[in-house]
């Protein structure tokens, strides 16, 4: 993955080294991003979607403030790149009862057997009594060697070497290891056939005997987008649960099986990275695309990205709702004090013009009474302030040092305020076309 990374890293850098970030640059830029995405053999026309994409969002999208268009354009390519690769992060693979018996299927020398021990492994390191079954009964080998796997991790391990029967060595494996209280069955099977039908064949029989709680296809990354027919051949004998791809490491060609993987509809749920049991990882887009772009700001655009959105959403829902309450109220007051005086923070928006300063020392004045005016309630009262009564009034205007009257003008400016947003949030609905 290496030539994608720097592949990627180069169109970031364009990215910052950009001036206007008009349509010219823009451009420039898909088309650096479209080299990078071909030579890792995606698709061709997934590499025109995404662009499009990235484009027609970065001049669609307005800049939210705070965020510079670089910004915006670095946050649009990663989105895109992780959908690219699989989109939002399902659920981390899952052993949904136990027993559970995993059947693994693929082509030859995809990873198949490699990919079972590193399976049982990553299983058993999370709690499972794993077992490991070697149901290839065609390669000479491939019952030693998954013995040999089988040892090295410490799993049970059940085969036949005599045996030229997959169904019958599958059933009598789980038999005897279920035995020895097995929760999770790991099944290799082999890949070498004389063609693709007798290998189909035998997969679609090996499952409708046994029928395996979950099938993983396992497909290697040089292959390249490619394996996406790979996936479509199974998908016709078996249900694939999930994919694994292997061979990641030094694979010039991984996006291009990501993405085509991805574009089967089937889910990838680990990575191979390496010929050694420890090379296996759970599979994330979104942490993959952030490591592979790599870069130690990207963490940071993406987190106040989010934050942004999730302030966004309080706010709107607040202001579309008229729910803002007296706590809201305070903590908003309380955000603008911390700004500086009153004065100085207009003069940041630009500034009054200075003949308005000793009303502006009033609005300082009355926004420090209007705090200790809150400060003196309880939260039940500035989360309910239709309880505060005549009683209740005379107790927070002696408890902040202000006058019954300054409470009640408060109370006043506030139901006002509400009413206000509502009527906004009403009209606005009209103007959008809901009932109002
Ligand atoms: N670099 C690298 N090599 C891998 C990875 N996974 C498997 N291999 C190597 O790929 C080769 C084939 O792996 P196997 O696990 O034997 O493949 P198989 O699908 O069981 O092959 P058949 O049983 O012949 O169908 C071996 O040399 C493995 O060491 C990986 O993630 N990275
Ligand atoms: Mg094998």
Known sequence: MESLRSGLLGVLEKIKNSVLLDTKEVDAIIRELQRVLLRADVDVKLVLEVSERVKKKFFSQEVPPGFSKREVLIKILYDELVSLLGGEAATPYTVERVPFRIMLVGIEGSGKTTTAAKLAKYLKESGYK???????????????????????????????????????????????????????????????????????QEVSEIYSKLRPDDVILVVDATQGKDVAKQARAFKEVVPLGHVIVTKLDGSAKGGGA?????????????????????????????????????????????????????????????????????????????????????????????????????????????????????????????????????????????GSGTTVRDVKRLLESYNQMKKLMRQLYRSRRRIAGFPA
Do not use: C
């Open 130 to 200: 794993v077992g490991l079954i070697a149901a290839d009964t065609y390669r000479p080998g491939a019952y030693d060697q998954l013995r040999q796997l089988a040892d090295a991790i410490g799993v049970e391990f059940y085969g036949d070497p005599q045996s030229k029967d997959p169904v019958r060595v599958v059933e009598e494996g789980v038999k005897l290891l279920a035995e020895k209280n097995i929760q999770v069955f790991v099944i290799d099977t082999a890949g070498r056939h004389k063609d693709e039908e007798a290998l189909m």
């Open 258 to 398: 990501l993405s085509a993987v991805a574009q089967t509809g089937a889910r990838v749920a680990f990575i191979g990275t390496g010929e050694k049991l420890d090379d296996f990882e759970a599979f994330d887009p979104h942490k993959f695309v952030a490591r592979l772009l790599g870069m130690p700001d990207l963490e940071g655009i993406l987190r106040r990205f989010k934050a942004a959105e999730e302030r966004e959403r309080e706010r709107a829902k607040l202001i579309a709702t008229g729910k803002i309450t007296l706590l809201d109220l305070r903590e908003q007051l309380l955000e603008l004090r911390k700004l500086g005086p009153l004065s100085k923070v207009l003069e940041m928006f630009g500034g009054p013009p200075l003949p308005v300063k000793g009303s502006l020392e009033g609005g300082e004045e009355e926004l420090g009474k209007w705090i200790a005016i809150m400060n003196s309630m309880t939260e039940e009262e500035l989360l309910r302030p239709e309880i505060i009564d005549r009683s209740r009034m005379l107790r927070i205007a002696r």
